[in-house]
Structures are given as structure tokens and as C-alpha cells.
């Protein structure tokens, strides 16, 4: 959906739709499949710019980064960003970004696509690493039983020696 945002400065844009989004186009691999999202809000002018509203509702299929369990989690995520627009995009120079610049969109023009914004906080909204539950133990690297439901009686894997220097190191440290 593109908005004109020239042609809402005395009355404010609302929009409430239903979509259908494909959650291979997220390239997220814990994520199977996404529910038909909600999404609505409102767009308003303010000086200097233009402030927006939103909210997303839906419910995602996730697989659990230790066990590979499916997790159904359900999502309702707000969502506030004040837009400034400019004729001409400004000459970009390193800045310092600030907590309140994650929440500011700069755009060339008075022509917003929200299917970027859109796109971005299904993105936002997919966990780093979906746990089935806090204490889940996974899968054991051996034979691939599930921890969580059975113990195996494979062994550890003996430790990279490559690593031992390190842990003399950190041995030497907590003696101290």
C-alpha cells in the first residue's frame, strides 16, 4: 500500500486490513508459517513530519531452536514511528545513532510504502531463538533423541583439544 502523505495533513489516514503473508519470504528458518495478520493504524500530521500509529496481531509457527518442537506463539505487536519527509534526501554524514532514532523513518518524497514497514516488523517480531520452553535441553548431538521426553546413554563428545590452553587459563582464574 502506498499513501500519499501530502494529502493528509488536515485530515488523518486510517487503514485496518487483513493480509495473508508467506513466511518463506522472511528467509527465517525457525519460522513456519504466520496466521492472516491484522493490521491498522493511523497516520498524522505533527510538525515537523508525520506520526504513525499501528498495530499487528497474528499468530506464528516456530520451531524450537534446541528441540525442533513446534511453538505456536501469538503476536500483538504496537508499533510508533514519526516520519520525516524532505525534498531532497540530505548528504550523508557518520552520526551517533540515538535511542529515538529507531523509531524515525527519513523519506525522500511525500510517498510512503508501507509493505516495507510492514515487512520489516513481521521481521522484528521473530525471536533470535525460539525456546519451546526456558528449560528445554534439545537434542542429544549423538543419536538425536529429545532430551526433554528421554535420557540416551551416549557419551559426552570428548573436548576440542584446541581448546585446552583456554581452560587452563579460566581453571587459573577460579583458583583465584
Known sequence: MLIQLDRIREDPFRWQETLDFDADSLDRVELKSLSTVRWEGVISFVDPGFYLKGFLSYTQR?????????ITKPVESPLELLILTYLEKPAAEEQELQETDMSVIHLEGEELNMAQI??????????????????CVGLCPQCGADRNEQTCDCSEPAADPRWAALAEFKEKIAER
Open 118 to 135: 510492514f515487512v520489516e516488523q513481521l521481521q522484528l517480531n521473530v525471536p533470535m531463538k525460539p525456546l519451546c520452553r526456558p528449560d
Open 62 to 70: 516456530l520451531a524450537c531452536d534446541r528441540c525442533l518442537k513446534e
